[in-house]
Structure formats: structure tokens, C-alpha cells
């Protein structure tokens, strides 16, 4: 997966979900038939995003578990340690000279440093991270509620949805970065949360130091790591192949919601 992410996912997508199965995984769960068919895949493919919402309600909250249930080893996916030189030289200092900007349609832009996150109010949550090739972990996390940062920066009644651009560039050759879109109801979502802690420690490279989206009630592509910028947009047709995120621009569904 870490070496060819395009040919893991190009697999993915000719075989369906069910053909996942037996990859090798420490200390993460595959998805049982039951959980991953009932629980969080049909959901994607049976439900629209409008019959979900109306069945589960905007603010469902998705479980949380115990400090017990934390899995032993979470499974680092996608990109794993960013070559980008930018991303390097931030990593080298400790993220010091990392400045997270929240810009686009907002009367405000902000430029915050990581101790600045650290000092906004913050939410703390132990979830099931579910990834589309059928294995899902338990992890802590702790951030800063994007509400508060959507707030803080004051958004524009034109704002629709809310971008996540990362630091990593997936595809040498395309030159595409990694990014993702999502709409007000999950950004504004109480378990939608900027994350920098994992498991009661500042978040590693592998997870997407300095700070990682956690969408709570989306699968793991959603999740953006590496986040160097939140852009309030009206429309993201303008971006990338304009299909709202890296994946989706490959074929993945834009609602990914379980
Ligand atoms: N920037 C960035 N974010 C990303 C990815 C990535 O490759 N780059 N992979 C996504 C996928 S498919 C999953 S399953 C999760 C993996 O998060 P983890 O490494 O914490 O397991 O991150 C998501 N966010
Ligand atoms: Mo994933």
C-alpha cells in the first residue's frame, strides 16, 4: 500500500469492497462480513447521503469506545512520511514554523501555530477508523473542534463546504497533492475535530503530523492528514478534477458517510 497506493486502490476499485479480505494487519480488525456489509459499506453504496442523514439524524454522534478497546497497533495508511522538501524542513524543527491557515470565504484568515491549536478548547475521543480496503482500528485522538476554528475565522454565508489541503503530493508524475472536501453538517459535526494527538501523544509523521482531520462519520479518506490549510469554499468543481478530494477525483464516492 505505503509503494503504490494508485495500483492498491485501482485493485480496490475493479474488485469491490469484499475483496479486501486477508490482507495482513497488526493489531487492527478486519471488518467482519457482518459489521463491514452491514455496518459501514452499505451504508455508502445503499443509502444517499439525504436517506442516511434523515434515518441517523445531521448529529448523530459515531460510538466511541474504552481505553481498553484501543487497538495495539493503529495501521499507518496512504502516505506515510511526506518527501515533500517544505513538509521535511517543517518536520526537522518540530513543526515550530508550521502555520495552519484557515482562509477562502471567511471574514477572518487565520494563521495558527501548533501551540496556538494547542491553546483553543479541545475534544478528546477514542473511534473506529474504518479504510474502504476493509480493515479498521481504534484510536485516541485529541484536537481542536473545527467548529471552533470555523468560528474563530468568522465564515461567509457563501461558504458550502470546507477543504482540507495537505502537504503531501501523491503522484509524483500528476504532481497531485492530497486534499478533501467536506460539507457544513460534518464540518460542524461535535466529533469533527483537528486532531494532534494520538493515543496521549503528539501525533507521528506516520498519522499525519503535525495535525489530521478526524471525520467521524466518514471512512479514513476523508481523514485528511498533513493539513497545511482549510479552505471555506461556495463549490470545489475548481479544484484538482473538481470531484472534491484526491480519491473521489479516482473514482471514490464524494459521500462516504457510515
Ligand atoms: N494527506 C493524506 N491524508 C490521508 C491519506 C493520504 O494518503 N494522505 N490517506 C487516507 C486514507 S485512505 C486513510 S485510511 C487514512 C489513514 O490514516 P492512518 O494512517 O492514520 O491510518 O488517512 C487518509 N488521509
Ligand atoms: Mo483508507
Not at 487492527?28 to 447521503?49: I, K, N, P
Not at 501523491?170 to 460542524?188: C, H, N, Q, R
Request: with cysteine; net charge neutral.
Amino acid at each position: 500500500m505505503a509503494k503504490d497506493p494508485l495500483a492498491e486502490r485501482r485493485r480496490f476499485l475493479r474488485r469491490g469492497l469484499g475483496a479486501a479480505a486477508g490482507l495482513a494487519l497488526g493489531g487492527c480488525d478486519m471488518l467482519s462480513e457482518r459489521e463491514s456489509v452491514t455496518g459501514a459499506f452499505e451504508g455508502v453504496e445503499r443509502l444517499t447521503m439525504a436517506a442516511q442523514r434523515a434515518l441517523l439524524g445531521r448529529d448523530a454522534l459515531a460510538r466511541e469506545f474504552t481505553e481498553a478497546e484501543i487497538s495495539k497497533a493503529f495501521r499507518a495508511n496512504g502516505s506515510i512520511n511526506p518527501p515533500d522538501a517544505g513538509y521535511r524542513a517543517l518536520a526537522r524543527e518540530g513543526f515550530a514554523g508550521w502555520r495552519l491557515a484557515v482562509d477562502g470565504l471567511v471574514e477572518r484568515p487565520l494563521a495558527l501555530s501548533l501551540a496556538e491549536l494547542r491553546g483553543m478548547p479541545a475534544r478528546t475521543q477514542i473511534t473506529r477508523h474504518d479504510c474502504v480496503e476493509g480493515w479498521s482500528c481504534i484510536g485516541k485522538w485529541k484536537g481542536v473542534p473545527l467548529a471552533m476554528l470555523l468560528e474563530r475565522a468568522r465564515l461567509r454565508p457563501q461558504a458550502r463546504y470546507v477543504v482540507f489541503h495537505c502537504a503531501d503530493v501523491m503522484d509524483e508524475k500528476e504532481g497531485a497533492p492530497y486534499y478533501e472536501s467536506i460539507d457544513l453538517v460534518d464540518a460542524f459535526h461535535p466529533q469533527t475535530i483537528l486532531a494532534y494527538e494520538m493515543n496521549g501523544r503528539p501525533l507521528p509523521v506516520e498519522y499525519g503530523a503535525p495535525a489530521r482531520m478526524r471525520v467521524e462519520r466518514q471512512l479514513g479518506y476523508k481523514m485528511a492528514k498533513y493539513v497545511m490549510r482549510i479552505e471555506a469554499v461556495e463549490s470545489f468543481a475548481a479544484l484538482g478534477e473538481g470531484k472534491g478530494g484526491y480519491w473521489e477525483d479516482r473514482g471514490y464516492e464524494w459521500y462516504a458517510g457510515i
